[in-house]
């Protein structure tokens, strides 16, 4: 059974500071592994998938990597600014079908203006 | 222009009543998702389509029928409602290929059941 976890739950940091969530997941037989953001009250948002052969991508202030043989990604944020602010959530397939995305239960953003 | 859009956004009804939520998706994908987050926030898959064949049916209540009339759209039907049920259901879809894009999903913007 994969499961996922998340670290740390929640995080505050003020405006202009480099952050770097965690995630980590038991089954490392994944094909991908993707990195979503949600804001309150909508709903998710992807921001990055990387595939298994891969060990890093980026998408302008965001980079995420994956260590699957250690079971472990982790998605860094650049400069970061208020409006990053909102909870991060790391997916992974798993659970007996490709389908079946299993969630972290995520790590609540807050950057302080 | 909403690649996927559910209905109602918000829906607060007493227990034991019947209600149903529609998703509807315009990306042409051939795979649709109702997820469930949880008042603390854990969010997990109920069901899958796939041409309208249901290819996911995780342990959910029998009072929970989704519905597929066609590759646009998974509705959720539920039964005798309970207490526990409040919570966000989102809709997804995915385009299905090659398994490393299988599961790349568009979400909907959810929609809030509430459960008196």
């Known amino acids: 059974k994969q499961e996922v976890t998340q670290i740390p739950a929640a995080l505050s940091v003020p405006e202009g500071e480099n952050l770097v969530l965690n995630c980590s997941f038991t089954?490392?037989?994944?094909?991908?592994l993707q990195w979503f953001r949600q804001d309150p009250g909508k709903g998710l948002t992807s921001l990055l998938l990387?595939?298994?052969?891969?060990r890093e991508q980026t998408s302008g202030r965001l980079n995420a990597s994956l260590d699957k043989s250690s079971g472990r990604s982790t998605l860094y944020i650049a400069a970061s600014q208020p409006g990053d602010s909102a909870t991060y959530l790391c997916?992974?397939?798993?659970?007996?079908?490709?389908?079946?995305?299993?969630f972290g239960k995520g790590t609540l953003l807050t950057v302080n203006p | 222009d909403t690649a996927v859009s559910q209905t109602p956004k918000y829906l607060v009804t007493q227990m034991g009543n019947d209600k149903s939520i529609k998703c509807e998706q315009n990306?042409?994908?051939?795979?649709m998702y109702w997820y469930k987050q949880d008042s603390k926030k854990f969010l997990k898959i109920m069901f899958s389509?796939?041409?309208?064949?249901?290819?996911i049916n995780e342990t959910v209540p029998n009072r929970f029928s989704p519905k597929s009339p066609d590759k646009a759209h998974l509705n959720l039907h539920i039964n005798s409602l309970e207490l526990g049920d409040s919570a966000v259901y989102f809709c997804?879809?995915?385009?299905?290929?090659?398994?490393?894009?299988?599961?790349?999903?568009?979400f909907g913007a959810g929609s809030r059941l509430t459960v008196l």
């Open positions: 997916a992974v397939p798993g659970g007996g079908s490709n389908y079946k995305l299993t």
């Open positions: 089954d490392s037989a994944i094909y991908n």
């Open positions: 990306l042409g994908h051939d795979t």
């Open positions: 997804a879809s995915s385009q299905s290929g090659p398994s490393s894009r299988a599961n790349v999903l568009t």
């Open positions: 990387i595939q298994s052969s891969q």
């Open positions: 389509y796939n041409n309208k064949e249901l290819i």
